[in-house]
């Protein structure tokens, strides 16, 4: 797939030679019994989500069929009447998706599905407003969720006949895909930036758990997830043949590009108190550096996945827990959110193992996480304060759901067992 980024959405749609086509608009939207109790942050998404289907339909006369997600995660059902209504609707040229990660992955679902079949998408014009969404603009993969199975998976993993292969060797990355990135345009610049904690919040937070209950993510929250996900990457880094597969980062500044991800992951969360008093700009500066890591992130991704041979891919620790725990475990919980909670765990572990390749980005991490000097951090959530069960967690039956739903990811594999078991204890009790 071929990926660019635009800065403007109006002037790319006034650029592009088939601007006038009927295109998919999907758009994200809180449940329905959600709306009467949303947060100023989600207003503004949901804002400016109203005010990108206006740019479009209204101030461009871009003829639209429109459809939106309320859920979390694209569902099969979700992918099939939304891939009937682009057909009856003749607008299969153009897929654009608004908002959330929920709107992009159904976005990048239904293209790899019609290019499954004889309707070929011309162009994907991804417009992320919440950081889960930016990250997943940049991802070659989708996370759908499974209803019979209650968990993650590929797309491939809902067993339908749409998504005859798994993973970046489907069809649909013969679509050019456009990101307009909240860093790079006017409409979203202000939304992220909304959503950070103060030293006075993280008090609060911490004392309510349900905080974490239909929320989104604090930017704090998501630079801890990015250092998750970091030391993931770091791993695989180590593991892998030292092939180089053609993408959309250099093969030789993948290194480089790693460790500018870790500190600006780690600039985020230094805390409100390091700043200077002429620091006036420092909330816009971690907006535009949480931005960066998470599209950065993405692409380090993709890049890290197509290093794996065939039949050989190995899932994150992180993207497995996540995968196999979210759904029963924490309905409620953002993503980002529940990865954030594994990071001083999994730093702690593959610190003291021997990937010595890994080692300088792994110790980048550690020392900063577990720091006692003045540059202190905000530690992430609690693991076991976002259960939604009341019961005491139990990690051999966590382990279990784990291991079934790897079923779903056709071609991959976990990593070991005895590590995935250190980083639930060590998250759940910390």
């Excluded at 979390?72 to 209504?85: K, R, V």
């Excluded at 608004?98 to 162009?123: H, Q, Y």
Aim: hydrophobic fraction near 35%; proline fraction near 6%; charged fraction near 15%.
């Amino acid at each position: 797939m071929t990926t660019s980024f635009a800065k403007s959405l109006l002037q790319h749609l006034r650029n592009n030679q088939t601007s006038k086509c009927k295109s998919l608009l999907i758009t994200s939207t809180p449940p329905p019994q959600f709306l009467d109790n949303l947060s100023n942050y989600q207003k503004q998404i949901n804002q400016n989500i109203e005010k990108t289907k206006f740019q479009i339909g209204i101030q461009q006369n871009i003829p639209t069929i429109s459809s939106s997600i309320a859920s979390a995660y694209p569902t099969s059902d979700a992918i099939m009447s939304t891939i009937e209504l682009a057909k009856r609707g003749g607008a299969t040229e153009r897929i654009i998706g608004v908002g959330s990660r929920a709107a992009i992955d159904l976005a990048k679902s239904v293209t790899m599905a019609l290019n499954s079949s004889d309707n070929n998408v011309g162009e994907l014009v991804l417009v992320p407003s919440t950081l889960g969404g930016v990250m997943a603009s940049t991802m070659e993969d989708v996370l759908v969720y499974h209803v019979h199975e209650e968990g993650l998976c590929l797309p491939s993993g809902l067993q339908n006949p749409l998504f005859p292969v798994s993973g970046g060797d489907t069809a649909a990355m013969t679509t050019k895909k456009t990101i307009i990135a909240p860093g790079n345009t006017n409409l979203n610049s202000d939304i992220v930036m909304l959503n950070y904690l103060d030293e006075e919040d993280i008090v609060k937070k911490s004392n309510t758990e349900q905080q974490h209950q239909q929320s989104s993510p604090f930017m704090q929250e998501v630079a801890h997830a990015i250092l998750a996900i970091s030391i993931d990457i770091s791993v695989a880094l180590c593991t892998t043949s030292t092939s180089t597969p053609n993408n959309s980062i250099a093969a030789n500044s993948i290194n480089e590009t790693l460790e500018d991800t870790i500190l600006n992951a780690i600039s985020v969360l230094q805390s409100t108190n390091d700043c200077t008093e002429d620091d006036d700009n420092s909330p816009l500066l971690k907006q535009q550096m949480i931005i960066k890591a998470l599209l950065q992130i993405g692409l380090i991704l993709n890049h890290t996945q197509q290093l794996f041979e065939k039949n050989q891919i190995k899932r994150p620790a992180s993207l497995a827990m996540a995968s196999a725990l979210l759904p029963p475990y924490f309905p409620q919980v953002n993503i980002l959110t529940f990865l954030s909670s594994l990071t001083p765990a999994m730093s702690q572990i593959y610190t003291s193992s021997e990937y010595p390749k890994a080692k300088p980005y792994l110790d980048i991490i550690h020392n900063h996480l577990f720091s006692t000097g003045s540059n202190r951090l905000i530690p992430p959530p609690s693991l076991a304060s976002m259960m939604e069960t009341r019961s005491q967690p139990n990690v051999e039956t966590m382990l279990d759901s784990i291991h079934s739903n790897l079923i779903l990811w056709d071609n991959y594999k976990d990593e070991k067992e005895s590590i995935l078991e250190e980083i639930l204890h060590k998250s759940l009790n910390r």
